[in-house]
T-cell receptor
Framework: RKEVEQDPGPFNVPEGATVAFNCTYS??????FFWYRQDCRKEPKLLMS???SGNEDGRFTAQLNRASQYISLLIRDSKLSDSATYLC?????????????FGQGTELSVKP | NAGVMQNPRHLVRRRGQEARLRCSPM?????VYWYRQLPEEGLKFMVY????????ESGMPKERFSAEFPKEGPSILRIQQVVRGDSAAYFC???????????????FGSGTQLSVL
């Protein structure tokens, strides 16, 4: 089983749609969680951290369910510029401290 | 404050040659990570280094791959006797924090695309 698993995608949605991405992680000791965005295999860029209470940043809402080891990202009123691959990232702790484990990514394509 | 700098952006090698990838972390960052992204796959952790020390190389292939982060100069990821399967994007990231912190965020370089002919 992969440490971090995401919806395979791709997601093709019209402008203005609401889209949700799901992610599960296997290491219950994981402490911190993030969503990164990657455009055309360029460098990943941090989109937002994910907190237990859930957090929102404009049109983006992230949720964390520690009991289910599940993370989600909701994008409302999607824009053409939201087209990218979204990476679920978990800080997985082991004997040598934490390291960021990336999911394989979910591709989003927003169409006019 | 310049970001994480990687060079070259693109590197073409023939099978059996050596590839050297360079990464200069952001100013003030002493923690460097290397990730590899194969076509159609996510980023895979390779190695974590602090100045002059390899802290975690659990993601490095056992042979042909090595990494260093000297006291002076950039971090180097070295691949000897490259094979076609080494073709990938190699990303370097840096952080000012030790890896034991829980709110670690990484700042990525633009990556080096290695193509092995």
């Amino acid at each position: 089983r992969k440490e971090v698993e995401q919806d395979p995608g791709p997601f093709n949605v019209p402008e203005g749609a609401t889209v949700a991405f799901n992610c599960t992680y296997s290491n219950s000791a994981s402490q911190s969680f993030f969503w990164y965005r990657q455009d055309c295999r360029k460098e990943p860029k941090l989109l937002m951290s994910v907190y237990s209470s859930g957090n929102e940043d404009g049109r983006f809402t992230a949720q964390l369910n520690r009991a289910s080891q599940y993370i989600s990202l909701l994008i409302r009123d999607s824009k053409l510029s939201d087209s990218a691959t979204y990476l679920c990232v978990v800080n997985s702790f082991g004997n040598q401290g934490g390291k960021l484990i990336f999911g394989q990514g979910t591709e989003l394509s927003v169409k006019p | 404050n310049a970001g994480v700098m990687q060079n070259p952006r693109h590197l073409v090698r023939r099978r059996g040659q050596e590839a050297r990838l360079r990464c200069s972390p952001m100013k003030g960052h002493s923690h460097v990570y290397w990730y590899r992204q194969l076509p159609e796959e996510g980023l895979k952790f390779m190695v974590y280094l602090q100045k002059e020390n390899i802290i975690d190389e659990s993601g490095m292939p056992k042979e042909r791959f090595s990494a260093e982060f000297p006291k002076e100069g950039p971090s180097i990821l070295r691949i000897q006797q490259v094979v076609r399967g080494d073709s990938a994007a190699y990303f370097c990231a840096s952080s000012p924090f030790a890896r034991s912190t829980t709110n670690e965020k990484l700042f990525f370089g633009s990556g080096t695309q290695l193509s092995v002919l």
